[in-house]
């Protein structure tokens, strides 16, 4: 899944309908990349990949934008599904 696809996805999943916060939310999506591999995950250009870091890049959005947003179970249970997938795959 490419960026313009992940970008795409992210502003439907935030309900924003403009490019005007295109090159911040491009800025969270990268980060939600690099925050991603730091847990050790290696990405590949699939759409389940690809949707994780959306999901990691809306919850970067609502944690700046909101007080006290804990990171949701359900991404936390698709990294953690993500890695051990990983780790069991030996990759």
Known sequence: MGEQAILTALKVD???????MDTYLGQ???AARSYI???GITLTE????GMLVEM?????YRRRREENVQMP??????LNN??????A???
């Not at 935030?14 to 005007?20: H, V």
């Not at 699939?46 to 990949?49: A, C, G, H, K, T």
């Open 46 to 49: 699939s759409v389940e990949d």
């Open 82 to 87: 993500r890695l051990f997938s990983q780790k």
């Open 56 to 60: 990691y890049a809306a919850y970067l």
């Open 14 to 20: 935030l309900q924003i309908s403009t490019s005007a």
């Open 73 to 78: 179970r359900m991404l936390r249970w698709a």
């Open 89 to 91: 795959r030996g990759t």
């Open 28 to 30: 969270l999506i990268t």
């Open 37 to 39: 591999s730091r847990e």
